[in-house]
């Protein structure tokens, strides 16, 4: 049951424009996952239906950038890091109510089990060719991720090239179409790693700063809001209202007192 708090701070949900949710892998079951970047399956469930039932427009990341002013005024970007197997049962959660996503896949390990650490991440191997082509052809976008899931911010430029360019190309051999999206490894970039992204022929790139996802009007820093394990329907709800990752309730006080004194400070007198 989801708290009356919440669901009244999302009537206002959809405001200031388009967000984008960023998930990584998926559990069975239901309740917490030990990784922070996990969520179960069925509290990814419950996320959905909320989703379905009040409305929201879920493009993919390329349907959103080819005409943003098209999408209504609850429009949400589902994406998912990586690329685990577990996302499978995402995907088929999505088909069932007329939703699309956009994954992004560190092609390095496609079919494999991941080759970058994370402690407590859930055992299991990324999604296959097979796999990714019948995603693309149920409607899902695919992007990418790099090659191994480098900081492309530590890398030389030589690395940094090859980590973008032979991972578009990788993904667009194994699905015989364009790759044109890609996110970040651990939201990390400079204004060096942009100028890259675009050299190397992608369109449009997800970082992990919180926010509205449109809010730089850069293609290159498209802003996403992080779905952990502990989150439920509610906290979900403040986060598209408040379009950020702290929507605990202290920090929501907090933030609601600040826009009451500034709104405050510059009223007429």
Request: charged share 25%.
């Amino acid at each position: 049951m989801t708290d009356p708090l919440s669901r009244y701070l999302a009537r206002a949900a959809g405001i200031h424009g388009p967000v984008m949710l960023m998930y990584h892998a998926i559990t069975d079951g239901g309740g917490t996952p030990e990784w922070p970047w996990a969520v179960s399956l069925g509290r990814l469930r419950a996320q959905l239906d909320y989703l379905a039932d009040e409305g929201w427009a879920t493009p993919t990341v390329s349907e959103l950038l080819a005409a943003p002013g098209r999408w209504p005024r609850r429009t949400a970007a589902i994406t998912f890091d990586d690329g685990y197997a577990d996302n499978l049962a995402a995907c088929e959660e999505l088909q069932k109510r007329d939703m699309r996503a956009t994954w992004f896949i560190v092609s390095g390990s496609i079919g494999q089990a991941p080759d970058w650490p994370a402690t407590d991440r859930p055992e299991g191997r990324l999604l296959d060719c097979v796999e990714l082509r019948e995603m693309t052809a149920a409607g899902m976008e695919i992007g990418s991720h790099t090659v191994n899931h480098v900081r492309l911010t530590e890398v030389d430029d030589d690395r940094r090239r090859f980590e973008l360019e032979y991972s578009r190309r990788q993904i667009e051999d194994a699905l015989g179409s364009q790759v044109r999206s890609f996110a970040y490894p651990y939201g990390a970039w400079d204004d060096t790693c942009v100028s890259a992204v675009r050299a190397a022929g992608y369109q449009a790139a997800c970082t992990t700063r919180t926010g509205w996802a449109l809010r730089d009007g850069n293609p290159y820093l498209l802003r996403r809001l992080t779905v952990f394990n502990s989150d439920t329907v509610g906290s979900l709800m403040r986060k598209l209202c408040f379009g950020s990752n702290d929507v605990s309730w202290p920090s929501i006080t907090h933030q609601t007192l600040r826009r009451a004194l500034t709104r405050l400070h510059h009223s007429p007198r």
